[in-house]
């Protein structure tokens, strides 16, 4: 187990193991503590996995497997906004590289990463379907097509307020 | 036991109560198709593939774990119930890479096979597939999930026989996989390498990492002095890759087969089986008599190694420091029989034949390297040798039988008997009893360590003190073992732990036994029971009577738990993460 999340994180481990301890004995547990689990971290890294398995006596499989079955579950932190950039043929063509450039400049993080004040989180996708607007962006259900880079503080902005 | 009366194809059949309509329908000679069910691991109804008609049930029902009642009327072979096989078994095929012809597990796949049995000859659908990478950066186990038919086998096989997990069923619907969490590879996990899941697996998703070419090349060199060595449980269950019988012996056939291979040498394991019985019954004594860490655990099973140095790091001290004995037999073919023949031992190729994959990941330890070259160089699972015996065009059945060659393939039954659950113990209690007591074991044979129950207990009195020794198979029951000597419960002196259950004779590398056969026959009695005749058969059946490994301790090593002897036979362990 890395040591680093462990000790940056002590009281969340504590409450965790006060959760586990609360729970471990009642009929499905295992639901029960992921799910308070996510709601203290905000996901459910390996590091928290781990901890919680060997405290069950458990698989990690077991615990993978449940998290990953259940779409409300989420192994990496993610920002109240994920923008999906398309990075499909059409879009390709039509600059989406320069788009992506663009918001990574904007928001300060690398596709895959979430920024620091968890509002964002910037992915680089497959063809959305949409290839028609390309380049084609989306953020959380909203779509925005065609677009050059100047487009995207504006873009951003709008979001960054709510 | 309460019995219970019904009908299947018309035909009566009385079966104790709790057994399955599967299970009963073979007491009326009725083979029903299965494919996710494996008998006491995996009984979840998943596949649909042995689906009755229940005479007033709505539907059909998965017979694997339907149970038969008093009354009940089956039907096993009506249109509805062929059709529905069929439907199931084509939607099955129809997202599965079917490349048979390049498949390892062609002609011994049950996919295949009841592909042919259900007479299916057009795959009407065709199912979109993800294409997975193939998992290869394990030394011993290798996972294609473009094979895999997501029946779990392995998953239980790993997670409650074994009791540990390295693999589980994860995300769902089209994107379900069985991998390792966090989409790990196997080689990164908590796996031990013990290839049962491979044994469990139907169809070619898991296979053994085939190091057959690299052991070509080695005897297509001429520079290279290449000598084979194996392990007493290949004897028993070979011949089965050939069409034999389980539990057939064919120890003279084999070595005739590695000679025409073209080895320049063929050695026994068992030789440095005895080798093991000295030294690390000289262990136990020193331990005993100096008071050193108790209970002393046996070190043969890399398996059993890897899975105590995750899960019981506090233990590692207990282990024996005797290497395995296919690991001592390369560091003595490198020093002793090198400089014996003016060797550079750089020039000799050590291959190991063995019922087992976690010997692969050993082999690669850069601690067992004794003479500044690994101890062995290659593993081969039994399975690989006979593959390599099919290229060579080699009519195994008709081959005479031939010898192993002297010395380093001189050995006992005692050594043989490391083949299976409780060998190690008996052998080694064999001779810790003549050498402490100074008297001659009346009855050799320790029926108390032998069978399938999960530990078996026995105390052996020696003059003054009562060696109290527990045996495990199967790493679950080894750690429900070390729980009770980690409370207090139980106190031992000695313990072995063998990694697969059973032992070696049912280890990973050995021959693949379809689900249904092995509803039939029990794997591991058959070949068990073929050890146990080789030691009867065998003149010297005590480790301490062996005359060559007197002969190699005069010459070369002394005595045992010599200087010499730790340098070449000896190791240590390393403590690794958890998961
Ligand atoms: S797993 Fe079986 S059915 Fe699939 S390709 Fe291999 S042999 Fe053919
Ligand atoms: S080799 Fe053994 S430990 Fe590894 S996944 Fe297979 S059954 Fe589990
Ligand atoms: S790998 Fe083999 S045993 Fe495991 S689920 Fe897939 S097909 Fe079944
Ligand atoms: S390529 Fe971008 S939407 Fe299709
Ligand atoms: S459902 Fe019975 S064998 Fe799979």
């Not at chain 2, 007479?119 to 290798?142: H, L, N, P």
């Not at chain 2, 490198?334 to 994959?357: G, H, L, Q, R, W």
């Not at chain 2, 029926?447 to 527990?470: N, S």
């Amino acid at each position: 187990m890395s040591t680093s999340i462990l000790q940056d994180n002590k009281e969340k481990f504590a409450e965790l193991q006060r959760i586990i301890d609360e729970y471990k004995d009642k009929e499905g547990p295992l639901m029960l503590i992921l799910h308070k689990a996510q709601e203290l971290f905000g996901c459910l890294p390996v590091e928290v996995q781990e901890y919680i398995a060997e405290s069950l006596d458990i698989p990690l499989t077991d615990i993978y497997g449940v998290a990953t079955f259940y779409s409300q579950f989420t192994l990496q932190p993610k920002g109240k906004y994920t923008i999906g950039v398309c990075m499909g043929t059409a879009c390709y063509v039509k600059g989406a590289q320069a788009v992506l450039d663009e918001l990574s400049k904007e928001i300060g993080i690398k596709p895959g990463e979430t920024s620091e004040d968890f509002v964002f989180t910037l992915e680089a996708t497959r063809c959305l379907g949409a290839c028609g607007l390309a380049p084609v962006i989306m953020i959380n259900d909203d779509v925005y097509g065609r677009l050059v880079p100047s487009d995207i503080k504006g873009i951003v902005d709008k979001y960054r307020g709510r | 036991m309460e019995m219970v009366k019904l009908t299947i194809d018309g035909i009566q059949v009385e079966v104790p109560k709790g057994t399955t309509v599967l299970e009963a329908a073979r007491a009326a000679n009725i083979q029903i198709p299965t494919l996710c069910y494996l008998k006491g691991v995996n009984e979840i109804g998943a596949c649909r593939m042995c689906l009755v008609e229940v005479k007033g049930a709505r539907n059909l029902q998965a017979s694997c774990v339907y149970p038969a009642a008093d009354g009940m009327e089956v039907k096993t072979n009506t249109v509805s119930v062929r059709k529905a096989r069929r439907v199931n078994l084509e939607l099955i095929l129809s997202n599965h890479d079917r490349k048979c012809l390049t498949c390892v597990r062609s002609e011994n796949c049950e996919l295949q096979a009841l592909s042919k049995q259900l007479g299916v000859d057009d795959i009407r659908y065709d199912g979109e597939r993800i294409d997975y990478a193939v998992d290869d950066f394990s030394t011993s186990i290798v996972r294609d999930p473009n094979k895999c038919i997501l029946c779990r086998r392995c998953v239980a096989t790993c997670r409650d026989v074994q009791g540990i997990g390295a693999i589980g069923a994860t995300e769902r619907g089209f994107r379900s996989i069985v991998e390792p969490a966090f989409d790990k590879s196997i080689s990164d996990v908590n796996c031990i390498n013990c290839g049962q899941c491979i044994e469990a697996c139907p169809v070619g998703a898991l296979r053994e990492k085939d190091d057959t070419d690299r052991v070509w090349e080695a005897l297509s060199n001429p520079d290279l002095h290449v000598v084979v060595q194996t392990a007493p449980a290949v004897r028993v269950a070979l011949g089965e890759e050939f069409g034999m019988p389980i539990g057939t012996r064919v120890t003279g056939k084999m070595v005739a087969a590695l000679r025409r291979l073209g080895f320049d040498r063929v050695f026994d394991t068992d030789f440095a089986a005895d080798l093991t019985i000295m030294e690390e019954g000289t262990e136990l004594l020193n331990r005993l008599q100096s008071g050193g860490k108790l209970p002393l655990i046996t070190s043969c099973s890399p398996g059993w190694i890897k899975y105590c140095e995750h899960n019981y790091p506090e233990f590692l001290d207990n282990l024996s420091t005797c290497k395995s004995p296919h690991e001592m037999m390369g560091a003595v073919v490198k020093s002793y029989y090198a400089e014996k023949n003016n060797m550079d031992p750089a020039n000799i190729f050590v291959v190991s034949i063995m019922p087992c994959t976690a010997k692969k990941f050993e082999a690669a330890r850069p601690e067992l390297s004794s003479t500044g070259h690994p101890d062995v160089d290659v593993v081969l699972t039994t399975r690989e040798l006979a593959r390599m015996i099919k290229q060579a065009g080699i009519d195994f059945i008709k081959l005479n039988d031939e010898d192993f060659d002297p010395t380093l393939g001189d050995s006992t039954g005692a050594a043989v008997i490391f083949g299976t659950t409780g060998g190690v113990m008996e052998a080694a209690l064999r001779t810790v009893y003549e050498i402490v007591t100074g008297k001659t074991l009346e009855n050799l044979e320790i029926h108390a360590v032998r069978g399938m129950d999960g530990v078996k207990e026995v105390e052996v009195p020696l003059g003054d003190v009562t060696i109290k020794a527990a045996v495990a198979h199967g790493t679950a029951n080894a750690k429900a073992l070390l729980e009770k000597v980690k409370s207090g419960e139980k106190e031992y002196h000695f313990i072995e732990v063998m990694g697969c259950p059973g032992g070696c004779v049912t280890g990973g590398g050995q021959p693949i036994v379809p689900a249904q056969v092995q509803m039939e026959i029990d794997v591991h009695k058959a070949r068990a029971a073929a050890i146990y005749d080789e030691d009867r058969a065998l003149p010297v059946r005590k480790s301490h009577e062996n005359e060559s490994v007197k002969k190699v301790y005069a010459e070369y090593l002394g005595e045992p738990n010599s200087h010499k002897a730790h340098e070449l036979l000896h190791t240590h362990y390393t403590p690794r993460k958890r998961y």
